[in-house]
């Protein structure tokens, strides 16, 4: 077919229309993708102010960034979670729990949110969902903190005498939070309840280990009861006597010193 000046100006005239509309909806939707990823930055910034501020004890704050990231975005799990930490302080549990089972439907992947949620359930004294919420959140590999998760879970699972698990959860927390007192210990104790004493000794072991490095971990009447079940077990009278005064003079009123004395007295 053969094409006319006028033709071949219609056609170029056209192909620009044409590529200005094309042009204008691209910029559009990039603008309108800029602004949901400015909202969701800020929605960001309200709740770590929000989480900082809870940290301290600044509830009102906190609330103030919390009422401000749901204006712009009442779904966004990480503000219903946060929201969910508040209204638990405020002494509000069944409100809390809204929130935070509200934050896990927005996002079941919000692993942040079911370590909250746990944490909530396992105040309130229901171990088992507690459990399950930290074994959920445990399979995030990317997830910062995921040593104390495996510690919280080895707290519920211990809670439920699910004595194995608990076993098992706590290695993973001394595998991943190098340096901290708290897994070692649980675990040592844990296997003594299981009658495992070489493997309860050996992490004790770590656990003195460390504390003698570091002057400022010190002794607790658990960390007391658990070295002198284990140093009776070996019948190590002198490590066993020596923990025993430590025990006697500086937790007098604890369970465990209760618990040793029942201990010596039935000769077990």
């Known amino acids: 077919m053969t094409t006319t000046p006028a033709n071949r100006r219609f056609s170029l005239l056209a192909l620009m229309l044409i590529t200005l509309l094309v042009t204008g909806c691209v910029t559009t939707t990039n603008s309108r993708f800029t602004r949901e990823a400015d909202r969701q930055e800020v929605v960001d910034d309200y709740v770590k102010l929000a989480t ?27 503000a219903r979670a946060a929201l969910g930490l508040v209204l638990n302080a405020e002494g509000e549990p069944e409100l809390a729990e809204k929130n935070f089972r509200r934050a896990i439907s927005e996002d079941p992947g919000y692993t942040r949110g079911r370590v909250y949620y746990g944490a909530f359930l396992f105040g309130q004294g229901r171990m088992a969902d ?130 040793y004395k029942v201990l010596i007295s039935n000769g077990e």
């Open 130 to 259: 507690a459990r399950d919420q930290f074994r959920a959140a445990s399979r995030d590999t990317a997830y910062e903190d995921r040593g104390s998760v495996f510690f919280n879970l080895g707290m519920a699972q211990e809670r439920l005498d699910e004595l194995d698990s608990a076993a098992t959860s706590y290695q993973r927390a001394v595998e991943l939070m190098r340096g901290d007192a708290r897994p070692l210990l649980a675990l040592a104790r844990v296997f003594v309840e299981l009658g495992q004493y070489e493997n309860a000794a050996r992490y004790y072991s770590r656990l003195t280990s460390m504390m003698e490095r570091n002057p400022r971990l010190v002794h607790s009447a658990e960390s007391l009861f658990t070295g002198i079940r284990i140093a009776r077990y070996f019948n190590n009278q002198d490590q066993e006597g020596s923990l025993a005064l430590q025990l006697r003079n500086n937790f007098p009123e604890s369970v465990e010193y209760r618990q």
């Open 52 to 78: 900082a501020y809870i940290g301290q004890g600044n509830l009102d704050r906190a609330r103030h960034h919390l009422d401000r990231a749901l204006k712009l975005d009442a779904d966004d799990p990480g």
